[in-house]
């Protein structure tokens, strides 16, 4: 038995434990005191298989992504703005160098970012676009899905602002098509920087009319052009209808370009004034004057007539002058200042006429729109305004046509008349009365034909084939019979 002897009370415990280790520890085969007792070899504990690794399961696509763009507008003084936004996407397509952000990397902060995107000139086209708004604090957020942004291509986006001129931002960005879908909704972040804008006031009014009008005139109304390279672009940057009553407008321009403005009302002469850079331009009360004009009568074969005259200023087309346009109207930038393209009037039952608003220029006068008569346009004489005696008596004949459509008189027929003369075709149209009569003011020099036009209830027409007129000299009347 192995103990352990020790003196005094470690003996004792000493003693104590071997005792009882003797108690539970099994016999022991007795053997030589030289021979050692076998020893046995510890026994190696294998260590347990270690479990498979969890298999990734990866993050299920949405079928859907989104794509949101949220962002602020600010002035350049970080003041915010609202105003309605559209964004839409531009056709050029642009290389992945030139992509300023990627939606859908994630491991990349390009969606995090914030961008900062200044105005820019794009005259983008906005027909197919997402729109939104920015409120007071200036934040929106519009959702772009609709767009299709699947080809690196510029976002475009314009802010409106009432009686403001629109402010237009790009933004170069692409999908990463390798981590698209990866998450239900992307959203971008741009902050719309909108340059500071200066103020031109002002108040346009016309001096009191002569007699009281059966139709009151239409306020006057200001456009203003951009001014580059030494003159005024074609198209007008901005335009504003004057206050009907007090005549008053508020323009906001750009401060870092040249503009120049002018006020227009019909039957009065343009006044045009050149905007330099500043900050305000306050042009005080502007009174418009009537111009020199052109008064007369017109007559077609010694009777007078009710048509329209037009004044056109002359060789408004030639490289001294530039035409620019507003609303549809035309104007002629002499170098001086602005000027009507043309003016027209209807002249009354007995032919009286005057033609108002224009310069002392040269014009040409022009006759067409005879009331209950097809006339073409015709250029009839030069004349420099002022001037109160011109007779307009353009070298035409009357023709009367009686029209029969298969032996019946064709009342309220449309018809297709042909002008071929030195400077081209003339086509225009013009419909038999209740008895089946047209009347025409055609030009000699040149060839006239008429055509039956497709009925207009929407039944099929057949062809007819076109009539000859032969007008004789000018000033003459005639009446033809015309079968179809």
């Known amino acids: 038995m192995w103990f352990a002897a020790g003196a005094?009370?470690?003996g004792e415990s000493a003693v104590a434990l071997a005792s009882a280790t003797e108690l539970e520890a099994p016999p022991v085969v007795s053997a030589s005191l030289d021979t050692p007792a076998p020893t046995q070899e510890p026994q190696r504990a294998e260590p347990p298989p270690l479990p498979p690794p969890p298999t990734e399961v990866a993050p299920a696509r949405p079928v859907d992504p989104r794509i949101v763009l949220v962002g602020e507008v600010r002035g350049q003084d970080g003041s915010p703005l609202t105003g309605k936004l559209r964004v839409s996407r531009s056709n050029t397509r642009i290389g992945g160098a030139g992509v300023r952000a990627w939606i859908g990397d994630l491991e990349s902060a390009s969606v995090a970012e914030v961008h900062t995107l200044h105005a820019a000139v794009l005259n983008a086209d906005y027909?197919?676009?997402?729109?939104?708004?920015?409120?007071?604090?200036?934040?929106?957020?519009?959702?772009l899905t609709e767009l299709l942004l699947t080809q690196p291509s510029s976002l475009v986006i314009k802010l409106e602002r009432e009686g403001l001129l629109p402010v237009e931002f790009e933004w170069p960005l692409a999908l990463d098509a390798a981590r698209w879908g990866l998450v239900e909704v992307y959203e971008i972040r741009a902050e719309l920087i909108v340059p500071a804008r200066c103020e031109v006031v002002g108040r346009i009014v016309a001096p009191p009319e002569p007699e009281v009008r059966i139709?009151?005139?239409?306020?006057?109304s200001v456009a203003i052009f951009e001014w580059v390279d030494g003159g005024p672009q074609v198209a007008a940057?901005?335009?504003?209808?004057?206050?009907?009553?007090?005549?008053?407008?508020?323009?906001?321009?750009?401060?870092?370009?040249?503009?120049?403005?002018?006020?227009?009302?019909?039957?009065?002469r343009p006044w045009t004034r050149r905007l330099d850079r500043r900050d305000f331009v306050d042009l005080g009360r502007v009174v418009l004057e009537r111009g020199e004009s052109i008064a007369g009568r017109a007559r077609v074969a010694g009777e007078p007539v009710s048509g329209a005259v037009r004044a056109r200023f002359k060789n408004a087309s030639a490289g001294e002058y530039t035409q620019c346009c507003i609303a549809g109207r035309w104007l002629v930038w002499t170098g001086a200042g602005f000027e009507w393209e043309s003016q027209g009037v209807v002249s009354?039952?007995?032919?009286?006429?005057?033609?108002s608003g224009l310069a002392p220029a040269s014009y040409?006068?022009?006759?067409?729109s005879m009331q209950n008569a097809y006339a073409?346009?015709?250029?009839?004489?030069?004349?420099?305004?002022?001037?109160?005696?011109?007779?307009?008596g353009p070298r035409v004949c009357r023709v009367e046509l009686q029209v029969f459509d298969e032996g019946a008189l064709a009342a309220g027929r449309t018809l297709e008349i042909s002008e071929v003369g030195r400077t081209g075709t003339i086509i225009g149209t013009h419909?038999?009365?209740a008895n089946g009569v047209a009347t025409l003011w055609v030009d000699p020099a040149r060839s006239t034909s008429v055509a039956l036009a497709p009925l207009s209830d929407g039944r099929e027409a057949r062809p007819k084939s076109p009539h000859r007129i032969e007008c004789a000299a000018p000033g003459a009347a005639l009446s033809m019979r015309v079968d179809f």
């Open 215 to 220: 139709h009151p005139r239409p306020p006057p």
């Open 237 to 268: 940057s901005s335009s504003a209808s004057c206050d009907r009553s007090s005549g008053d407008f508020r323009v906001q321009l750009e401060c870092d370009r040249d503009y120049v403005l002018v006020a227009l009302l019909e039957g009065f």
């Open 348 to 355: 009354s039952a007995d032919g009286r006429f005057e033609v």
């Open 431 to 433: 419909r038999t009365d």
């Open 364 to 368: 040409t006068l022009e006759l067409g």
């Open 127 to 143: 027909s197919v676009a997402a729109v939104g708004g920015a409120d007071e604090r200036g934040r929106f957020r519009i959702d």
């Open 376 to 392: 073409s346009a015709a250029s009839l004489i030069d004349v420099v305004a002022p001037s109160g005696s011109v007779e307009l």
């Open 8 to 10: 005094g009370p470690e």
